[in-house]
């Protein structure tokens, strides 16, 4: 009976500091806000450098004393077997020729034949980072006459996945840390207008947990409550900026993150982070009160 009472009175604070409740809940959805987006933006550019790196592929070329086409493909263990390979596509010399002169005007091939090309294999690597050690194991494959690789590209590449993974890292522990505090000290000022009635409650006998607990469930409705409005608040938003981006040239050239894909742990994230601050921000905020 009586811990229903406090649970009930901590409701019932909601509605009876309406005003304060609404800043309350208004902080933890704009800190919410800024935090995810910055963590979706953050997930969507590590999405377009991976597409990118993808792009970026090596071309082995057989050597020529492998003319026959069984010979030659019979190197795709070999380069398949090579830990940092992806995949590896043959392209014999026909396909190359063809691949070729889709490319140049046909007159240039004129009195030339298949002959001339080499067959070859078009690499993709599980990590460009490691793009100079694999094109040398490659080219010790026997069989392999050359091995052509964009060390430069695959070096920026690695150079701008690296800064904005730390940019990135940074940025969302320095939300974190900020939001904590911004929302925290909400719930503090909340809470200093009713100093008088935790220092009426605890002159009449009443103990720190007593006083302690509508707080507590108080804060913990506040922050699920916020919480839920800040996922539904990303969720349209994300699909606003998102859809707009699609629906444009843009779009074409970018892979963005559907929400759904993320949808479940940005909303265990939201709802963890507003009750954790709406609980322990509860907690703190009434905790020089109990001195009296």
Not at 222 to 235: P, Y
Not at 260 to 271: C, E, G, K, T, Y
């Amino acid at each position: 009976m009586r811990l229903g009472y406090l649970i009930r009175e901590g409701f019932r604070s909601i509605t009876t500091h309406g005003f304060m409740s609404f800043a309350t809940v208004t902080i933890i959805v704009a800190c919410l806000i800024i935090m995810g987006s910055v963590s979706l933006l953050a997930m969507n550019i590590d999405v377009l450098i991976k597409d990118l790196e993808s792009q970026n592929e090596i071309v082995v070329f057989v050597d020529e004393s492998l003319s026959d086409e069984a010979a030659a493909r019979d190197l795709q263990r070999n380069i398949e077997a090579i830990d940092n390979v992806a995949s590896a596509e043959f392209v014999s010399r026909g396909q190359a020729m063809d691949s070729f002169m889709s490319k140049y005007d046909s007159s240039l091939m004129e009195g030339i034949d298949e002959n001339v090309f080499r067959h070859r294999y078009v690499v993709h690597l599980k990590d460009i980072a490691f793009m100079s050690q694999t094109k040398t194991e490659l080219e010790a494959i026997r069989g392999v006459a050359k091995v052509n690789a964009h060390l430069d590209y695959a070096k920026n590449f690695v150079t701008i996945r690296t800064v904005v993974t730390v940019v990135s890292m940074v940025l969302i522990v320095m939300l974190v840390f900020v939001s904590f505090f911004i929302m925290s000290n909400t719930i503090k000022l909340a809470t200093f207008g009713r100093r008088e009635e935790i220092a009426i409650m605890k002159m009449v006998g009443a103990t720190n947990s007593f006083i302690r607990l509508p707080f507590v469930v108080e804060g913990l409705a506040l922050g699920m409550m916020g919480g839920a409005i800040a996922f539904l608040a990303m969720w349209g938003l994300y699909n606003l900026v998102t859809g707009h981006i699609v629906g444009s040239i843009t779009g074409t050239l970018l892979n963005v993150i559907p929400f759904r894909n993320v949808a479940l742990p940005v909303f265990i994230v939201f709802m963890a982070v507003g009750v954790l601050v709406g609980v322990f921000g509860g907690i703190n905020a009434i905790k020089n009160y109990l001195k009296v």
